[in-house]
Each structure stands twice: as structure tokens, then as C-alpha cells.
């Protein structure tokens, strides 16, 4: 006789302000991932468009709005565009290391740079060191943390210009937050380059996917997640791959968002926020 299977408890946030698009507000669903099988119900989880942050897995659930779209980059038949080539060839002298999941004063040093750089007043900026800790190391499934550095002609370990705390899933990989140097003065694209990487390693693992959290249409700092091809979108339909023609589209008035706003498309791949479990209290 077989055991009978055991649904997770799924819970709902209360309403707070939309960090993509002003005037709104968020919604998530969400359930914690704990005991032996964490692992397979995250990966479940992510194929219907769940993320996960710590030991919690959630997606956006708002009432008026279906902006956030979850987005995931075909590793196999990803051809990089001239400018993914020219970033390839411009970082790929940096010298990438898998770490297991435990955080260093170097690596919360490069974030906090980052965020005061790229996105001051943000909620993340009020991090500590401890906060830091916990969304690394509070993992129930496979992680890592990727770590980029610049190459030393001894071969020791170099200046940390970039890092990203990857999961490895069933079939692909979820960059859960990557981070990198923000005012480095010869190197540009190194958010982009992190991406990259990426795919070029779950191509190489044979791994089909590598998931990149939330596009959002109309929010300038998400619009970089465009860029790659081929590209799936999570539909009432199941994932659906991006028409080339309307990928363009998507891809011109992304740069136009860009000049017009004046705003980097950082390649940073956050969707959620550190110490997620205290946002997490009202139950469906």
C-alpha cells in the first residue's frame, strides 16, 4: 500500500506596493519547501511559473493585474546576437568558480556596492550581513553560489566582479539573484555576461532551460530578459515560445524604454526579497 500523497499548504501575502509598476499593487502565493521532497516540489513548482526565495516557493498572484510573466531562455538553441558576442568575448578572461551556498564578507561587500549603484533606495538596500547569510545558505535544494573573478597572472584567486546564487533543477538552471561590480571602469555587460554563462553551462550539462524569473512588460529594469532567444513564456496554455517577430518588437521598445528613461538594463534577476518568510502570513 502506498503512502498517500501529501499537497503542500499554499498562502497568500496581503496587498503591498509594486516594485515594477508604480501605482500598483502585489499579491503572492506561496508555500514553504521542507522535508525530503523539497527539492522535486520545487522543481514542480517552477515549471507553472513559482520562484523561490529561501525555503519558500511563491508566484505573483494579483488580483487586477497579470504583468509578471515567468520567462525561460532554450539553452540548446540559444545563438547569441552580435552585442551577446562582443560581451562573451569582452569577460571571458574572468575566471568562474562554483562555491557552495555559504556567504562571504566578500561577496555582501559586492552587493552592497551594486545595490547603492544600481538600485539605491531599493528594499534590498537595508541589508545586513546576517540577511546576506540567510537568503544564501537558507537553501533546501541543490545551490551554489557561481563566483566571477578577474584572472591573476599566479593564479590565485582574483578580484570578485561578479557572483550568482544559482539552483540546479530537473531540467535547467534558476539564477535565483546575480550581482556584479557596477562602476567597473574596463568592463561593461557583466550582468549580461552572467546570464550567458549560464546558459552556455546548462547547454553544456544538457540541461533545456535556464529559467530568469519574472519579465515584466513596461518596467524599464526588467526589460533586459527580452533580449535572449529562443524565448518561453508561461501562458494559460502551458510555455509558449516567443515569435520572432514579436520578440523584435519587445526587444526595440526595450531600448526605447531604455534611452528614454536613461536606465542600464543590469541583468540582475531578483524577483523576490531577502527574509521572504515575514511577508508570508495570511493563509488561502
Not at 528594499?123 to 545551490?143: I, L, Q
Request: charged share 25%.
Amino acid at each position: 500500500m502506498t503512502a498517500p500523497v501529501r499537497f503542500p499548504r499554499f498562502f497568500v501575502t496581503s496587498p503591498s506596493p509594486c516594485p515594477y509598476l508604480p501605482g500598483r499593487s502585489e499579491r503572492k502565493v506561496f508555500t514553504e519547501l521542507k522535508g525530503p521532497h523539497a527539492a522535486e516540489l520545487n522543481d514542480a513548482l517552477s515549471r507553472i511559473g513559482f520562484r523561490r526565495s529561501q525555503t519558500v516557493a511563491y508566484r505573483p498572484s494579483c488580483v487586477d493585474c497579470s504583468a509578471c510573466v515567468s520567462v525561460r531562455v532554450l539553452a540548446d538553441l540559444f545563438r547569441p546576437s552580435n552585442t551577446q558576442r562582443r560581451e562573451l568575448k569582452r569577460n571571458g578572461d574572468l575566471v568562474a568558480s562554483i562555491c557552495r551556498p555559504w556567504s562571504t564578507v566578500e561577496q555582501f561587500e559586492l552587493l552592497q556596492r551594486y545595490l547603492g549603484e544600481r538600485h539605491p533606495g531599493g528594499g534590498m538596500t537595508s541589508m545586513d550581513e546576517v540577511d546576506f547569510a540567510d537568503m544564501v545558505e537558507h537553501t533546501p535544494v541543490d545551490s551554489w553560489l557561481v563566483e566571477y573573478r578577474e584572472p591573476t597572472l599566479d593564479g590565485t584567486p582574483g578580484r570578485l566582479v561578479g557572483a550568482c546564487l544559482t539552483d540546479r533543477q530537473g531540467d535547467g538552471l534558476s539564477m535565483i539573484y546575480s550581482f556584479y561590480e557596477p562602476d567597473h571602469g574596463n568592463r561593461s555587460g557583466l550582468g549580461n555576461y552572467i546570464i550567458l554563462d549560464h546558459i552556455r553551462r546548462a547547454a553544456s550539462e544538457g540541461l533545456p532551460y535556464v529559467y530568469l524569473g519574472y519579465w515584466v512588460e513596461g518596467s524599464v529594469r526588467m526589460q533586459y530578459k527580452i533580449r535572449y532567444r529562443p524565448l518561453e513564456r508561461l501562458t494559460r496554455a502551458g510555455w509558449v515560445r516567443f515569435e520572432p517577430e514579436a520578440q523584435d518588437a519587445l526587444i526595440a521598445k526595450a531600448a526605447s524604454m531604455r534611452r528614454k528613461e536613461a536606465q542600464p538594463l543590469d541583468g540582475s534577476t531578483k524577483d523576490g526579497v531577502p527574509g521572504v518568510q515575514e511577508q508570508y502570513r495570511v493563509e488561502v
